[in-house]
């Protein structure tokens, strides 16, 4: 009997602002032997449960991640329920959803809230007018206590972190626990600290892939999830961020946003940080059916390096014959002793472009990058530190490439995987540091498309406003 | 068109046109970089279980067939228990995605019956019945599909209880011991066990035993994965 309290506890305390599998909440083991107790605990009212594979208008689904189809697997001999049952093959890593399985959430208030002092700032840092502007924009629409979804347009460099402190405040003062989310691991394991450190009186979290149980089901006034991790959360926030600034090349991730509106509660502001809108996104905020802030300038108050469109002819045939481009030469030269990023759009294009740079100038320092390169943290080292002049490289790029008087090129910047977004995301890299706030971008192609044209259009408009 | 995603990888499968041609009747389930991250266990290997790169017998099967009642299992594998195939097979049974079973499946029952013509039955071997609730599926069951397989074992989970047999075959019993599920005459048979990967070979001898008591004349095994010893031969 006492065991069993003891259980409850920790049921109530795993599964607050949650919804979980029996899997999940018994983590350590003995999920068995403890369904009964789920069972009792539901009948009480405490909790919920629900199907973990759902069928919904003829279509089954995960009920946890929202996949259809081909990501159901199927077994068809369950040795639990004995009949022919599916299973999610895309939140396997959060546990198994069968459907013999249920999610379990809670069906009472949380029991852990933010308490009083947790909303103090220990960050005395100040704004700039512009973040200051965005940051009591947010703060005015949280205390209107309405739903809101809030665009916050931040160009690469604005410093969107402490323009969200005074809205995290507002929120964890009101009794309200917030949620972070952003689609890359790396980004959680840095925001979080720093979070941490803005709110000293705040217990923050991380939740990412490959914690350990008891950190994974803990409670934490300020949480920083991953994409995946965010779909454990149920029904619980009233502020959630969604972090895409720095989430390239996963912008616009469908899954995070499933998971996000998973993660709201009934009321529930979610705020979308982003430096690259989608034409939607930008469509309502213009007509005010998305509120919005936009802020255009980087903390260091400088333009955004405006791209130049640079023909480059047949550009594949002139580097399968190991030749530059004559305008890609201009540019390396007009870079002189700076380094360049050069993206070009395929995986094969890496090595021909590394010959051809080698052969025009046999003493430039290059090396490639790509997404399954296993030398890439080393290589981009190397690069960062500045032992290379050329960092060859595919879209697929560590955010972590923030580097201080860095130029940017994009070879065959006409292949649809240099969308808008990818392309301002690519000119976002150069000009970042206060020490260099300006840098060169060219965009060579055979032909220019209309995405490049309006990535153009966006940066100028960008750095028309609030000048 | 219609894309498909890697089994693994979840990648969508870049193909050449006309790939899915009238002798490939269905897409691929791997895509290369995948496919080629899996190891055959072929070539020179021991005789009896299978070990790579061993020319006749394994010093462990050496020490094995002295020590025996019974005639050794014969046991080969698909592939080389490397990282890929380690990450892939805990996958499988540890976080239960029996969709990876069809990676296996075929292939097995091929490596059978070119190893092993005229095997009599083919018996996955069975789990724990806890451990086949928590997984939800038995791992050999599935390898074993594409077999006219039959579930004629049961698993018994008390190590310790193993009076019947002698002092030598206890030690290989820290598996658990195997029993049949009804007491039938094997005597002239030659069975077939599966099982998803062969490590020491002690799970598959325990298996083999209650088959040798009922008369068998041969047993025989494939799994899906060979580890490798670490300072083989
Ligand atoms: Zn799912
Ligand atoms: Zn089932
Ligand atoms: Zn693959
Ligand atoms: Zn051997």
């Known amino acids: 009997m006492e065991k069993n309290e003891y259980r409850r506890k920790d049921v109530m305390s795993r599964i607050q602002y949650r919804r979980l599998l029996a899997s999940e909440i018994f983590y350590d083991g003995e999920e068995r032997e403890h369904l009964p107790l789920l069972e009792k605990m539901t009948a009480e009212g405490l909790l919920y449960k629900e199907p973990a594979i759902r069928?919904?208008?003829?279509?089954?689904?995960?009920?946890?991640?929202?996949?259809?189809?081909?990501?159901?697997?199927?077994?068809?001999?369950?040795?639990?329920?004995?009949?022919?049952?599916?299973?999610?093959?895309?939140?396997?890593?959060?546990?198994?959803?069968?459907?013999?399985?249920?999610?379990?959430?809670?069906?009472?208030?949380?029991?852990?809230?933010?308490?009083?002092?947790?909303?103090?700032?220990?960050?005395?840092?100040?704004?700039?007018?512009?973040?200051?502007?965005?940051?009591?924009?947010?703060?005015?629409?949280?205390?209107?206590?309405?739903?809101?979804?809030?665009l916050l347009w931040a160009v690469c460099g604005a410093g969107k972190t402490e323009m969200l402190f005074p809205l995290?405040?507002?929120?964890?003062?009101?009794?309200?626990?917030?949620?972070?989310?952003?689609?890359?691991?790396?980004?959680?394991?840095?925001?979080?600290?720093?979070?941490?450190?803005?709110?000293?009186?705040?217990?923050?979290?991380?939740?990412?892939?490959?914690k350990s149980p008891e950190s994974r089901f803990c409670y934490a006034d300020v949480a920083v999830a991953t994409t995946h991790q965010l779909l454990r959360f149920y029904k619980a926030y009233t502020l959630i961020i969604i972090d895409e600034v720095d989430a390239f090349p996963y912008t616009m991730d469908k899954k995070l946003q499933f998971a996000a509106g998973q993660a709201a509660a009934d009321k529930c502001m979610t705020v979308y940080v982003t430096a690259t809108p989608s034409r939607m996104q930008q469509r309502r905020a213009a007509s005010g059916s998305l509120e919005s802030a936009v802020v255009s300038r980087r903390f260091h108050g400088k333009d955004l390096?405006?791209?130049?469109?640079?023909?480059?002819?047949?550009?594949?045939?002139?580097?399968?014959?190991?030749?530059l481009p004559k305008a890609l030469r201009l540019f390396l030269k007009e870079a002189g002793e700076r380094q360049v990023l050069l993206f070009v759009p395929e995986v094969s294009w890496l090595n021909p472009v590394q010959e051809a740079l080698n052969k025009w100038q046999g003493n430039l320092r290059?090396?490639?990058?790509?997404?399954?390169?296993?030398?890439?943290?080393?290589?981009?080292?190397?690069?960062?530190?500045?032992?290379?002049?050329?960092?060859?490289?595919?879209?697929?790029?560590?955010?972590?490439?923030?580097?201080?008087?860095?130029?940017?090129?994009?070879?065959?910047?006409?292949?649809?995987?240099?969308?808008?977004?990818?392309l301002i995301q690519i000119a976002g890299r150069a000009g970042r540091s206060s020490r260099y706030p300006t840098g060169m971008v060219s965009f060579f192609h055979y032909g220019s498309t209309r995405e490049m044209k309006r990535a153009v259009r966006t940066i100028i408009q960008l750095n028309r406003w609030n000048s | 068109m219609k894309t498909y995603l890697c089994l693994v990888c979840h990648e969508p499968l870049k193909q050449p046109p006309g790939w899915l041609n009238v002798f490939q009747s269905r897409p691929p389930l791997l895509c290369t970089g995948c496919r080629d991250l899996l190891e055959p266990a072929a070539g020179e290997r021991c005789s009896i279980c299978g070990h790579p790169d061993v020319i006749k017998r394994?010093?462990?099967?050496?020490?094995?067939?002295?020590?025996?009642?019974?005639?050794?299992?014969?046991?080969?594998?698909?592939?080389?228990?490397?990282?890929?195939?380690?990450?892939l097979i805990s996958q499988f049974k540890y976080r239960g995605d029996a969709e990876l079973s069809l990676i296996f499946a075929d292939d097995l029952f091929k490596l059978a019956r070119r190893e092993f013509p005229g095997f009599h039955t083919a018996v996955p071997i069975p789990l724990?019945?806890?451990?086949?609730?928590?997984?939800?599926?038995?791992?050999?069951?599935?390898?074993?599909?594409?077999?006219?397989?039959e579930e004629?074992?049961?698993?018994?989970?008390?190590?310790?209880?193993?009076?019947?047999?002698?002092?030598?075959?206890?030690?290989?019993?820290?598996?658990?011991?195997?029993?049949?599920?009804?007491?039938?005459?094997?005597?002239?048979?030659?069975?077939?066990?599966?099982?998803?990967?062969?490590?020491?070979?002690?799970?598959?001898e325990a298996a083999a035993l209650p088959f040798w008591e009922a008369g068998a004349l041969r047993v025989s095994a494939v799994t899906a994965a060979r580890a490798l010893k670490k300072a083989p031969l």
């Open chain 2, 58 to 87: 394994c010093s462990d099967c050496a020490v094995r067939e002295k020590r025996n009642r019974f005639p050794p299992v014969v046991h080969r594998s698909l592939y080389t228990y490397n990282p890929f195939m380690k990450d």
């Open chain 2, 128 to 149: 724990h019945p806890t451990r086949l609730w928590e997984r939800g599926f038995n791992q050999a069951s599935l390898l074993g599909q594409k077999f006219p397989a």
């Open chain 1, 168 to 210: 995290i405040s507002e929120a964890l003062k009101k009794g309200n626990a917030v949620m972070l989310c952003t689609p890359r691991r790396d980004v959680v394991q840095e925001l979080e600290p720093r979070l941490k450190e803005a709110f000293p009186k705040a217990e923050t979290a991380g939740f990412y892939g490959g």
């Open chain 2, 152 to 204: 004629l074992l049961i698993r018994d989970g008390l190590s310790t209880k193993q009076s019947k047999s002698s002092g030598k075959d206890r030690r290989d019993n820290a598996e658990g011991a195997f029993m049949l599920k009804h007491p039938a005459d094997w005597s002239e048979k030659h069975i077939l066990l599966i099982d998803d990967i062969y490590t020491t070979g002690s799970t598959i």
């Open chain 1, 55 to 150: 069928e919904e208008k003829g279509i089954l689904q995960c009920a946890r991640c929202g996949s259809g189809k081909p990501f159901l697997g199927e077994v068809s001999n369950c040795s639990r329920c004995g009949k022919k049952c599916l299973y999610c093959r895309a939140c396997l890593m959060m546990g198994r959803a069968a459907s013999c399985g249920f999610l379990y959430s809670s069906a009472v208030s949380p029991v852990q809230h933010p308490g009083l002092e947790t909303g103090n700032l220990g960050w005395d840092g100040k704004l700039s007018a512009g973040q200051r502007q965005a940051a009591e924009k947010l703060v005015q629409c949280f205390r209107s206590g309405k739903s809101w979804e809030f």
């Open chain 1, 366 to 422: 290059t090396a490639t990058v790509h997404s399954q390169e296993e030398e890439r943290s080393e290589r981009v080292k190397m690069f960062r530190e500045g032992s290379l002049d050329v960092l060859i490289t595919t879209t697929i790029l560590e955010r972590g490439i923030t580097i201080e008087n860095v130029q940017a090129a994009v070879l065959g910047a006409e292949n649809a995987v240099f969308t808008e977004t990818a």
């Open chain 1, 305 to 323: 390096p405006v791209p130049r469109l640079v023909w480059a002819g047949n550009w594949k045939k002139q580097i399968e014959n190991a030749r």
